[in-house]
């Protein structure tokens, strides 16, 4: 598959090297071309360097892995507002995380903000629960299971697409729902990264698997 990744930061160079160890072509694509060249010869398995514009006309799958504050200028530099990445699957890891941990931006979650500023091309939120330590190790775990990766999407091809992206690298997809959820994973994000930062385990709070089908209390 080719893959273009739009950042040269830490998530850009773990799923970037992931994929790339596996068998899928990888561009990378950043503002520096610099940064760009050091992070596609770190990665290997022949991936190679460009700019933003270059890494969204090479992917069928984009990764668009920057900051929440740099997600607009980057869909500029994509020339995202003029269909450049129409029909194409834009992955979505960004986390927007304000002070204290809290979800930052608009009503919109981050990721329906990257498909309005995008028209045409289709939206899965993905790969934003796990920092990139995570997701380096091969294959990444969560304790003593393969690690699940939630996605919320809309359209089936691209979420087909992102499944297989999930799958070779050792993870197991796991049905969010529409985009409309994204929102959800990003507040579960800043409710993770928030208690582990504190030092706490995040996972001691969630029931276990064997309760599976046991209806939650709704606060009755």
Same mark, same amino acid.
């Given at each position: 598959?080719?893959?273009?990744?739009?950042?040269?930061?830490?998530?850009?160079?773990?799923?970037?090297?992931?994929?790339?160890?596996?068998?899928?072509?990888?561009?990378?694509?950043?503002?520096?071309?610099?940064?760009?060249?050091?992070?596609?010869?770190?990665?290997?398995?022949?991936? /190679?360097?460009? =700019?933003?514009?270059?890494?969204?006309?090479?992917?069928?799958?984009?990764?668009?892995?920057?900051?929440?504050?740099?997600?607009?200028?980057?869909?500029?530099?994509?020339?995202?507002?003029?269909?450049?990445?129409?029909?194409?699957?834009?992955?979505?890891?960004?986390?927007?995380?304000?002070?204290?941990?809290?979800?930052?931006?608009?009503?919109?979650?981050?990721?329906?903000?990257?498909?309005?500023?995008?028209?045409?091309?289709?939206?899965?939120?993905?790969?934003?629960?796990?920092?990139?330590?995570?997701?380096?190790?091969?294959?990444?775990?969560?304790?003593?299971?393969?690690? =699940?990766?939630?996605?919320?999407?809309?359209?089936?091809?691209?979420?087909?697409?992102? /499944?297989?992206?999930?799958?070779?690298?050792?993870?197991?997809?796991?049905?969010?729902?529409?985009?409309?959820?994204?929102?959800?994973?990003?507040?579960?994000?800043?409710?993770?990264?928030?208690?582990?930062?504190?030092?706490?385990?995040?996972?001691?709070?969630?029931?276990?698997?064997?309760?599976?089908?046991?209806?939650?209390?709704?606060?009755?």
């Amino acid at each position: 598959m080719r893959i273009g990744i739009i950042g040269t930061g830490h998530m850009a160079d773990a799923l970037g090297g992931q994929w790339a160890a596996a068998g899928h072509d990888v561009l990378v694509g950043g503002r520096d071309r610099g940064r760009a060249d050091a992070l596609a010869r770190r990665i290997g398995h022949g991936a /190679r360097a460009g =700019g933003v514009g270059d890494a969204a006309r090479h992917g069928e799958v984009v990764l668009l892995a920057v900051p929440y504050a740099g997600v607009g200028d980057a869909l500029r530099r994509a020339g995202a507002a003029s269909g450049a990445l129409a029909g194409r699957v834009l992955v979505d890891c960004v986390n927007p995380i304000g002070p204290g941990f809290t979800v930052a931006g608009g009503a919109r979650s981050a990721a329906e903000e990257a498909a309005q500023a995008a028209p045409g091309a289709h939206v899965v939120k993905a790969f934003n629960l796990c920092p990139d330590g995570v997701w380096r190790m091969r294959p990444p775990v969560g304790g003593d299971r393969p690690l =699940g990766v939630p996605l919320c999407g809309d359209d089936a091809g691209a979420l087909a697409a992102v /499944r297989r992206l999930v799958t070779d690298i050792g993870c197991v997809p796991m049905d969010a729902g529409p985009l409309a959820r994204a929102g959800v994973l990003e507040a579960t994000a800043a409710f993770v990264i928030g208690m582990v930062a504190t030092g706490m385990d995040p996972t001691a709070a969630l029931p276990p698997l064997a309760l599976a089908g046991t209806p939650v209390p709704q606060g009755e």
